[in-house]
């Protein structure tokens, strides 16, 4: 994989959605980083590095539980998550959290600095993450904490959406991807280490943590409509494939979707649909 072209595809595709990520009334990614922050569960006083910050969904939750006398830092890669995130930060008056523009995979940050790590949907997209986790390692205090989700993967569903996308989105389709986010290079990135609990806890144990524990829940994402959830997929990782999508079959899977996950709401109720999460939480070996 050429990491360059990777990484800029990535900024830009997270530069141009900022402005709505996590915005246009669809629930997921809050909820998400908010259950991930109470599983590490920062004290009154620690500090705290959250790796792909985006907007705050773990950010502002860990300011919460350190307190005035804690420290938060988010970073991320896209110049405009940053800026959103440090505006909200400035609207709810956090003058204990601090935003960076940096690239996670290579955190340039003093060692021992923080009592722990979060990293939520953002750690396991770096190239090589299994080696990030080691540098994690290193920026920890002793008895520091990591924290990171994951979709839960398995061979037969659609990677990176629930379940139920496994039979709504046609396959044939995924040939518009580019190379590195084709469906057997996702399973090879992917797969390999995050599938089966007991790959990831070795790896965690090699990258230098310990005690580490595996936990898959579901999260609820919830949206208004079919139609507000697509449009609210073109601010995520799926807007990746709407990007290569050709406009008519963009036009038709639109129809598609839209139909099908309206078809799931019982009446005017919002559309509920209940997303397996993994969970990851360790210890730094020292």
């Known amino acids: 994989m050429d990491t360059t072209t990777y990484k800029t595809a990535v900024t830009e595709a997270f530069n141009s959605a900022a402005a709505s990520y996590d915005r246009m009334g669809v629930e997921f990614f809050t909820p998400m980083g908010r259950r991930l922050v109470e599983r590490v569960n920062p004290q009154p006083g620690e500090r705290v590095l959250d790796v792909g910050c985006g907007r705050g969904a773990c950010l502002f939750p860990a300011a919460e539980r350190v307190g005035a006398t804690g420290r938060v830092l988010g970073i991320d890669i896209a110049e405009a998550m940053i800026a959103a995130a440090r505006e909200e930060a400035g609207r709810q008056g956090l003058s204990t959290v601090d935003v960076q523009v940096m690239d996670g995979e290579h955190p340039d940050l003093p060692a021992r600095s923080f009592n722990a790590v979060t990293g939520s949907y953002s750690v396991i997209f770096f190239p090589n993450a299994p080696a990030a986790l080691a540098r994690y390692a290193d920026l920890l205090d002793d008895e520091g904490r990591l924290g990171f989700t994951s979709p839960v993967f398995t061979p037969d569903t659609f990677p990176f959406l629930p379940p139920v996308f496994t039979e709504l989105i046609p396959r044939e389709l995924l040939?518009?991807?580019?190379?590195?986010?084709?469906?057997?290079?996702?399973?090879?990135?992917?797969?390999?280490?995050?599938?089966?609990?007991?790959?990831?806890?070795?790896?965690?144990?090699?990258?230098?943590?310990?005690?580490?524990?595996?936990?898959?829940?579901?999260?609820?994402?919830?949206?208004?409509?079919?139609?507000?959830?697509?449009?609210?997929?073109?601010?995520?990782?799926?807007?990746?494939?709407?990007?290569?999508?050709?406009?008519?079959?963009?036009?038709?899977?639109?129809?598609?979707?839209?139909?099908?996950?309206?078809?799931?709401?019982?009446?005017?109720?919002?559309?509920?649909?209940?997303?397996?999460?993994?969970?990851?939480?360790?210890?730094?070996?020292?």
Not at 211 to 232: I, L, N, Q, R, Y
């Open 175 to 286: 040939r518009n991807l580019p190379p590195q986010w084709q469906p057997a290079e996702l399973t090879r990135r992917f797969n390999s280490w995050l599938s089966d609990p007991a790959d990831l806890v070795r790896t965690l144990a090699d990258a230098g943590f310990r005690a580490a524990d595996v936990v898959d829940e579901e999260v609820a994402m919830v949206a208004e409509s079919g139609t507000a959830w697509v449009d609210w997929s073109h601010t995520q990782g799926m807007r990746l494939l709407w990007q290569h999508l050709p406009e008519r079959e963009s036009g038709d899977l639109r129809d598609r979707l839209i139909a099908a996950l309206d078809a799931m709401r019982v009446g005017d109720g919002p559309l509920t649909i209940q997303v397996p999460v993994r969970y990851v939480t360790a210890t730094v070996a020292r």
